[in-house]
């Protein structure tokens, strides 16, 4: 089993920044594609990003150029890097863990609870 405990979200203003963390345990995150994945009030939830075994990314349109998701094996620690926030990136934040990479939410099987994150502006 995976547990993932997702943190550093906030309240922020339009074009600030935001660091969130990701933190396995229970077993190496070198064994799994790491996503986030966001879910806004009445939406459904969506891809962000995603980063593969050999490093590979992928990111959302929407996020494009603003957010960057890297991993720290030494912390076992995934982040999301999120630079000129929009209002529009309002949202829950989930971390995920799973066996393919994919832009689907469904193969990933592991799940943090989200931290919430909310672009005033």
């Known amino acids: 089993q995976v547990q993932l405990v997702e943190s550093g979200g906030g309240l922020v203003q339009a074009g600030d920044s935001l660091r969130l963390a990701c933190a396995a345990s229970g077993r190496t995150f070198g064994s799994y594609v790491m996503g986030w994945f966001r879910q806004a009030p009445g939406k459904e939830r969506e891809f962000v990003a995603a980063?593969?075994?050999?490093?590979?990314?992928a990111y959302a349109d929407s996020v494009k150029g603003r957010f960057t998701i890297s991993r720290d094996g030494a912390k076992n620690t995934v982040y999301l890097q999120m630079n000129s926030l929009k209002p529009e990136d309002t949202a829950v934040y989930y971390c995920?863990?799973?066996?393919?990479?994919?832009?689907?939410?469904?193969?990933?099987?592991?799940w943090g609870a989200g931290t919430q994150v909310i672009v005033s502006s």
């Open positions: 980063s593969s075994r050999s490093d590979s990314t």
């Open positions: 995920a863990a799973g066996g393919e990479y994919t832009r689907d939410y469904g193969p990933y099987v592991y």
